[in-house]
Nanobody
Framework: QVQFVESGGGLVQPGGSLRLSCAAS????????IGWFRQAPGKEREGVSC????????YYADSVKGRFTISRDNGKKTVYLQMNSLKPEDTAVYYC????????????????WGQGTQVTVSS
């Protein structure tokens, strides 16, 4: 059964850090790019970051560039999102998703299998 389990979210003060994890099962993670997305209340889901299948190429939305770092450990079948210097506007439910190919192109065609993890940035 294909599944993603996102974890690591929580409540953090502005300027703080969190590390999200996405544990994948039911498919060969090594073959696919993985993206992190987020959806804030009343807003559309947006792509935050993507990493290609080998981990050699990464991409970030302008809003998180320089603050977030995506990485992956294919041996552990897990993808991570390190989030630093968090801002209130980062508050959202964060999801990971499987890309349609091994490389990152845009954020279209991704498949979501998890429940997401809530990130709340507030003082």
């Amino acid at each position: 059964q294909v599944q993603f389990v996102e974890s690591g979210g929580g409540l953090v003060q502005p300027g703080g850090s969190l590390r999200l994890s996405c544990a994948a099962s039911g498919f060969t993670l090594d073959y696919y790019a993985i993206g992190w997305f987020r959806q804030a209340p009343g807003k559309e889901r947006e792509g935050v970051s993507c990493i290609n299948n080998s981990g050699g190429s990464t991409y970030y939305a302008d809003s998180v560039k320089g603050r977030f770092t995506i990485s992956r450990d294919n041996g552990k079948k897990t993808v991570y999102l390190q989030m630093n210097s968090l801002k209130p506007e980062d508050t959202a439910v964060y999801y990971c998703a499987k890309g349609p190919t091994s490389y990152c192109s845009d954020y279209a065609g991704y498949v979501f299998w998890g429940q997401g993890t809530q990130v709340t940035v507030s003082s």
